[in-house]
């Protein structure tokens, strides 16, 4: 995939100590959805013709919920264009870089930055009860998985798990997940995001009957 052999490039390349965090220098385009010990999760969207200073992130998972195009500007001035693939994922190495939209649609994307300073430990899972999940991306860190909620899928009260998930929604849908001391989510949107910590009693269930689309970020 032509994204992933850009995020191998990006991860030789140096970064620049003046280069600062994309939420300070470009809060037009880059929004925080989630920001714990564990992760950082950003919303980015970017309209045509757009560019986004010259700013570092994180080791992270990329997630487009829309295909497009873009440039990145590395340190050196040399440029990569390459093809966002919605509701694919792919690993982006911690970089420095300016990013440009040239494609001819609006970049809608979710960015799951890994915050602790090396791998987990935790066995991910490669099956579960209720839950079809395919591989998208793996990383030292984390697996990203596209994943279908059966109509019956339910977890029930007090459901632990030992490695940490960032949830995101690929569509509108009707699914509960009730964080134990918190409000219950119950109604999604595209683009949704829920955070989901290791250890953290919790339960969910889909209560549209019918199948739900996710993308699950599980960190190790």
Known sequence: MKSLKIAVLLAVLPLVASAQDPVKVDPGHYKVLVDNAAVRVLKIQVGIGEKSPMHSHL???????????????????????????????AYTPAFTHAGANVGTSKLDAILVEFKAAAAGTATLPTTRAGI????????????????????????????????????????????????????????????????????????SKNTSGKPIEFIVVAIK
Request: glycine share 8%; proline share 7%; no cysteine.
């Open 132 to 203: 079809q999940q395919a591989p998208l991306a793996e990383t030292p860190r984390a697996v990203a998985y596209k994943s279908t909620a059966a109509p019956d899928f339910q977890e029930p009260a007090g459901s632990t798990h030992e490695f940490d998930q960032v949830v995101i929604a690929l569509g509108a849908a009707d699914m509960t997940i009730a964080l134990e001391g918190k409000t219950p989510m119950t109604k999604w949107q595209r683009g949704d995001v829920q955070f989901i910590g290791r250890g953290v009693k919790h339960a």
């Open 59 to 89: 080791d992270a998972i990329l997630v487009p919920l829309d295909s497009g195009k873009v440039r990145f500007t590395m340190p050196d001035g040399k440029t990569e264009d390459g093809e966002l693939v919605k509701e694919t994922a």
